[in-house]
């Protein structure tokens, strides 16, 4: 049931894009964490200092560029 989570195609990345999203030193924490993890990561195991809103833009954001997958959960989203 992932058809609120949008995702762009490999054909669809766009440099800007994907720049602009990693500009954020926390969005680039993220992609780090996931870069070094051995498999899917839920939010709630990213130690961002930022409220709950925050964080769910900067998934947003990431996911945008086409930097993360996410699956929905229920009430989480698995991140890879």
Known sequence: MDEALWHPDAED???N?????????HRRRVVLQ???ADGPCLCATFSLPVAKATRTHHFRVLRGAGLI???DLGNGRSNT
């Open 13 to 15: 990345f766009e440099l």
């Open 17 to 25: 894009r994907v720049l602009a999203a990693l500009a954020d030193p």
């Open 34 to 36: 996931l870069a070094r």
């Open 69 to 71: 997958r996410q699956v």
